[in-house]
């Protein structure tokens, strides 16, 4: 005897009412969502679940979340996370099943908690950290220095986002009219594609190394709730063992995500950086002008000692130059004195004499003999004799 014969469309309509009978609550549920879309206001989910030591998916399902749902629990998730519902994330929702009979089952959302996403979120992020502090990567970033003269610019943006040209009008138009260079290497800053993007100009920045003093990851102008693409392993590694510093300021103020905690320095957005590297280059100047000034003042004091050495030398030869002079002109008065003291005529009107022989004084009779003529000199004049024996 044949079975009763059924139509599709009334065999899924058993379907629709066994299911209807038999899971009438609403349920929570744990899933990764593998495709998350949205449609005229309405977004449509892929979940599935994946064994947790092979990863590989051991259940899948579609999920729908109405409109009217949709535009309640997508703003309230995005503000408690910082993030949109994206692939790859996991999620708890709340929800009940319904079968068509011609689109077939789907489970409907009514309803998703991102303290959940929150959590594991936050356990990824642990986990790439202690993966970077494992590898001895996580603090290499500041252990460099950046230069004193910093002033060529690698540019890591997206080039028609609005934070980067704020960020080169601040760098240009500083109140110091300090010079920079900025070089702009694109890159997506938003998305699934921001890993591989960012990836892709610090590659292009490493091979023209010596042209660049620090990079600068800037991110403006897009939705301040997708930064999924800066919390990756990948990325994380690149920047952390990028020999230049790094600079982030991708406009994101809940929380550090990994590409911040990695960098040399971290700020909030674009402007912020530029403000950032207009006060570094500003406190070199004035370093410099205040060496330049010490300099001055020592070489004035220098020279003002020097000149007030040599007065004081000056002075000091000056003095014993006329001291010697003094010395001399009373050596030159004593001399005199004694020459006059010694005058023979003082003698002769004393009453000595003198007596001349062959126009020489005679100091010892000895020295004349019989018959030698000798001239004696007195006071009033002067008269001869001759030496008979």
Partial sequence: ??????????????????????????????AELSECRESRGHCYMELVEKDETSNTPVAKASAKCWKQTWSMVQPYFMRTTGQMLRAGMKVLLKVYPQFHEAYGFSWIVTDIDPTFTLGDMAQRRQQIIQKLKEEGVFDLQRELVIPLFCQRIAVV????????????????????????????????????QVEQSVIAALNSINQRIDDFDVVVIIRGGGSTSD????????????????PLPIITGIGHDRDECVL????HTRVKTPTAAAAFLITHLADTLQHVMDIQQRLSFMVTMLKTNLE???????????????QRMVNARHHLEMAEQRTVLLDPTLLLKRGYSI????GKAVRDPLDLKSGDVIETRVEKGSFKSRIEN
């Fill in 355 to 358: 007596t001349l022989h062959n």
């Fill in 308 to 322: 007030h050495q040599l007065d004081q030398r000056y002075e000091r030869i000056c003095y014993a130059i006329q």
């Fill in 157 to 192: 943006s997206a080039e028609t986002a609005a934070g980067y040209g704020d960020f080169c009008r601040q760098l240009m138009d500083n109140d110091y009219g300090l010079q920079f260079y900025p070089t702009l290497f694109p890159a997506i800053m938003q998305g699934e």
């Fill in 260 to 263: 911040d905690m990695v960098s």
């Fill in 227 to 242: 930064m999924s693409g800066f919390d990756t392993l990948a990325l994380a590694e690149n920047v952390a063992n990028f």
């Fill in 1 to 30: 005897m044949k079975s009763e014969r059924y139509t599709l469309h009334t065999l899924n309509a058993l379907v629709r009412e066994a299911i209807e009978a038999g899971l009438p609550d609403e349920y929570w549920v744990e």
